[in-house]
């Protein structure tokens, strides 16, 4: 495990790629890069990398330091969103009318509203309710993965 503490210029540099979560850190942070993928602030998990992009944790989701825009899920579907699988439309019972095709989004279940997982959004809103089968959200981050453990 290769860990290394950010720079103010580093710090910088990523706050300006997490700038859309309306998010920033201070120079007074404790901010380590762990395996050029996850990114601990104050030893706690923030944000990690998938495909390029910078993907918040979770856990930081459900304690409200940072809002996505969401998609609610079923409880028929919960089962499969928490066990990794990707978001299919038959499932979706709400969906936020600012998702763009490629947005980072907060899957949560209906009768809880509690974010399940992350993921990336496979079509704009509009796109997504007029369709009746078919793969809608590309689960990136669940609970109960190897970042949700960490």
Request: proline residues 3%.
């Amino acid at each position: 495990m290769k860990k290394v503490s950010l720079r103010k210029s580093d710090i910088k540099e990523l706050n300006e790629k997490i700038a859309a979560y309306g998010f920033n850190f201070s120079k007074n942070d404790k901010v380590e890069l762990v395996d050029d993928s996850v990114y601990y602030v104050n030893d706690k998990l923030f944000f990690f990398k998938i495909n390029d992009k910078i993907i918040p944790s979770l856990k930081i989701i459900l304690e409200g330091k940072i809002i996505l825009k969401n998609i609610t899920v079923d409880m028929g579907a919960v089962k499969f969103v928490v066990s990794g699988a990707d978001v299919m439309r038959p499932g979706i019972v709400n969906i936020d009318e600012t998702i763009s095709k490629g947005d980072v989004v907060a899957v949560i279940d209906e009768k809880n509203k509690k974010p399940l997982s992350i993921g990336e959004s496979l079509f704009n809103a509009p796109e997504m309710k007029l369709m009746t089968s078919g793969k809608a959200v590309k689960n990136l981050h669940f609970v109960g993965d190897k970042h949700w453990n960490t």
